[in-house]
C-alpha cells in the first residue's frame, strides 16, 4: 500500500464554481478524516467516515460542501459555488479505529478560488 | 474544548545544535492523546508519535524525543543534533476520548523550524 492518495494536488477554479476532490485511504482503515488547512495554520477537522457512514461534521463544514464514502472506500468531497474563502489545503487522512499508529495523512489538494 | 498553543511560531537554528519546540494543550477530558506532526514543503503530514495521558514515561527516537508532562499539560519535542532535512513545520496535535472530539485531532498552529548549514 503506497498510502493516502489524494487527487488531484492542485485545483484552479472560478468563484461559483463547483469542485470535487477524491481521497484513497489505507485499504486496512475503516476511518477516513477530511481536515482543511489554510496558510500559517495547523489543520481544522471537516469530516469523520466510519466505513460509508458519515459520523461527525464540523461547524466548517457549510451546507456548500458535501462529502461520501459510496462503499467505504474512496471518499470524495464537493464545493459547491466556490467562493474565495475556500482557498486552502484540503487533506485526507485515514486510521485504524482509535487512530492507534496514528492517523495517515495524503498530500492534500490545494484549491485556488479566483 | 480543546486546544493546542504552539507559542513559537518560527525558530532557527544551525546544524547541529539541539532545538526544542513546545506544545501546552487544554482539554477536559481525563483520557486523551497527544501527537507530533512533521510537514516538510511537499505538504504531506508525517506522523511522529502518539502518546497516550496515562503513560507519561518519556521517548526517545533516535535524534527525536519527547517530555509529556500532564502537570503543566505539556508535550514538548526535541531534536538533537539538528540536520538541514529537519527543517519542516511540526505540529502538535490533540485527540480527546469524549464523545464529539473523540475522533477529530485538534491542532496547534504549527512551528516553522529552519535548520542553517
Known amino acids: 500500500d503506497t498510502g493516502v492518495s489524494q487527487d488531484p494536488r492542485h485545483k484552479i477554479t472560478k468563484r461559483g464554481q463547483n469542485v470535487t476532490f477524491r481521497c484513497d485511504p489505507i485499504?486496512?482503515?475503516?476511518?477516513l478524516y477530511w481536515y482543511r488547512q489554510t496558510l500559517g495554520q495547523g489543520p481544522e477537522f471537516l469530516t469523520y467516515?466510519?466505513?460509508?457512514?458519515?459520523?461527525?461534521k464540523s461547524r466548517l463544514l457549510s451546507d456548500r460542501f458535501s462529502a461520501e464514502r459510496p462503499k467505504g472506500s474512496f471518499s470524495t468531497l464537493e464545493i459547491q459555488r466556490t467562493e474565495q474563502g475556500d482557498s486552502a489545503m484540503y487533506l485526507c487522512?485515514?486510521?485504524?479505529?482509535?487512530?492507534?499508529?496514528?492517523?495517515?495523512f495524503g498530500s492534500g489538494t490545494r484549491l485556488t478560488v479566483v | 474544548a480543546q486546544k493546542v498553543t504552539q507559542a513559537q511560531t518560527e525558530i532557527s537554528v544551525v546544524e547541529k545544535e539541539d532545538v526544542t519546540l513546545d506544545c501546552v494543550y487544554e482539554t477536559r477530558d481525563t483520557t486523551y492523546y497527544l501527537f507530533w506532526y512533521k510537514q516538510p514543503p511537499s505538504g504531506e503530514l508525517v506522523f511522529l508519535i502518539r502518546r497516550n495521558s496515562f503513560d507519561e514515561q518519556n521517548e526517545i527516537s533516535g535524534r527525536y524525543s519527547w517530555n509529556f508532562q500532564k502537570s503543566t499539560s505539556s508535550f514538548n519535542f526535541t531534536i538533537t543534533a539538528s540536520q538541514v532535512v529537519d527543517s519542516a513545520v511540526y505540529f502538535c496535535?490533540?485527540?480527546?476520548?469524549?464523545?464529539?472530539?473523540?475522533?477529530?485531532?485538534?491542532f496547534g498552529s504549527g512551528t516553522q523550524l529552519t535548520v542553517l548549514p
Open positions: 467516515f466510519q466505513n460509508e457512514a458519515q459520523l461527525e
Open positions: 496535535a490533540l485527540r480527546g476520548d469524549s464523545s464529539g472530539s473523540a475522533r477529530q485531532l485538534t
Open positions: 487522512a485515514s486510521s485504524y479505529p482509535g487512530g492507534r499508529d496514528g492517523y495517515t
Open positions: 485499504s486496512e482503515h475503516n476511518r
